[in-house]
Nanobody, 125 residues
Framework: QVQLVESGGGLVQAGGSLRLSCEAS????????MGWFRQAPGKEREFVAA???????????DYADSVKGRFTISRDNAKNTVFLQMNSLSPEDTAVYYC???????????????WGQGTQVTVSS
């Protein structure tokens, strides 16, 4: 079993920034892929970003088109933690943000094995 705990959500004005964190515990491996999803009111959950360690300290990251250039995903393998730095936020980014984990970057994008409980991000205009 893997437990994922998100933190860092909150209320921010449009144009501002937030940094989300997701700490993994339990059966975790540095080779696992981790990702972020979000769900806005009345909408389906959507992929935001994912990251997997590829070789030594290198990682591969994927992003949804809607967040490219504004959001950055990173990970600290020593702390089993993944981060999502969100810049230039707009009201359209308002959603509950969920952390997810799977064995591969394709897996975390399509069928994650584990989910966090979510953290609310609200962007005011």
């Amino acid at each position: 079993q893997v437990q994922l705990v998100e933190s860092g959500g909150g209320l921010v004005q449009a144009g501002g920034s937030l940094r989300l964190s997701c700490e993994a515990s339990g059966r975790t491996f540095n080779s696992d892929a981790m990702g972020w999803f979000r769900q806005a009111p009345g909408k389906e959950r959507e992929f935001v970003a994912a990251i997997v360690r590829t070789y030594r300290s290198f990682s591969r990251a994927d992003y949804a088109d809607s967040v490219k250039g504004r959001f950055t995903i990173s990970r600290d393998n020593a702390k089993n933690t993944v981060f999502l730095q969100m810049n230039s936020l707009s009201p359209e980014d308002t959603a509950v943000y969920y952390c997810a984990q799977a064995g591969s970057i394709v897996g975390v994008r399509t069928t994650p094995d584990y989910w966090g409980q979510g953290t609310q991000v609200t962007v005011s205009s």
